[in-house]
């Protein structure tokens, strides 16, 4: 540590307060005999608490130094006031070595003396750096928990559409469950006419009591122009079985018109409201009824 880290730790502060341990005392002692720049550090320091301490002495009023004599037994005021216009000669230098001499860092001066600007202004900031760090700790922890609670919303939106969604599938597999389990359902797939698409579509019809169901398995959804159109071919000949829109729950059951008698049955592709007759270049699946 070099002097002017010496000088700026604040021992040299305790010092002239009185407030140093025995051993700090005689290293600030030792270390003022051999830097200049300590002992005049140490100097200054010990003017300016002299100074403070004389800028607040307040003699004591008369009446109350007048009733400390009596009470003494000093003899009456009168005396004092005789002494004091006939002044007493000058000590010789015999009699003047013999007077103590109060240091200046004796501990009676240091409980009078309070801290000087430096420390106080050291105290201040600490304070403030403390407040300052809790401050941001709390801020951080603030920003972590809302981070957390929009993790938890956006994560509780998610799974609250994955149930909606778990909930519609399961409605659909029971509907279907329901249908295929009445007596004298059959399944009729129908396949794409074009090899290149993954079109398909089931049939769920009960020849006995003529309903027909409709299951999209996998459909482009068209234009808003345009929608599908479900044919049963009876006899040979096209019969229209209703129109239908392909939305993003396309595997939903939807109920036909009836038929107690059916050969086929087709999907084409129509212009919106369907058409009497079905277009073959938009035929999109097909499948027959085996017997």
């Known amino acids: ?4 880290e010496y000088i700026e730790s604040g021992i040299l502060e305790e010092y002239v307060l009185g407030t140093v341990s025995p051993q700090e005392k005689r290293e600030v002692e030792c270390m003022s005999s051999i830097y200049p720049e300590i002992r005049q550090e140490l100097d200054t320091l010990s003017a300016a608490v002299e100074q403070y301490a004389q800028a607040l ?47 200046l860092n004796s501990r009676e001066d240091a409980f009078d003396s309070r801290p000087t600007f430096r420390v106080t202004w050291l105290v201040a900031a600490s304070l403030g750096l403390v407040v300052l760090f809790f401050a941001y700790f709390l801020y951080s922890q603030l920003q972590g928990s809302q981070q957390t609670l929009s993790s938890l ?63 999209i398995d996998s459909l482009v959804r068209p234009p808003e122009t345009q929608q599908y159109q479900l044919w049963a071919i009876v006899d040979g000949k096209p019969v229209d079985a209703g129109v239908f829109d392909v939305g993003d729950n396309t595997r939903v059951v939807q109920q036909a018109k009836k038929f107690l008698k059916a050969d086929a049955f087709a999907i084409t592709l129509e212009r919106r409201g369907g058409s009497p007759t079905p277009t073959l270049s938009t035929m999109v699946v097909v499948g027959n009824v085996t017997s």
């Open 1 to 4: 540590m070099n002097t002017k």
């Open 57 to 103: 002495r307040r003699d004591p009023p008369t009446d109350i130094k007048e009733w400390l004599l009596k009470e003494l037994e000093f003899g009456p005021p009168e005396a004092e006031a005789v002494e004091e216009s006939n002044p007493t000669p000058l000590l010789t230098n015999e009699e003047n070595t013999e007077t103590p001499i109060r240091t």
């Open 153 to 215: 919303r956006n994560s509780n939106e998610a799974l609250t559409e994955e149930v909606r969604v778990l909930r519609a599938q399961q409605s659909q597999a029971d509907q279907t469950l329901a249908i295929l389990k009445e007596p004298g359902t059959r399944v009729i797939r129908l396949n794409p006419t074009d090899t290149t698409t993954a079109n398909l579509a089931t049939i769920y019809w009960n020849a006995s009591t003529g309903q027909v169901n409709l299951e």
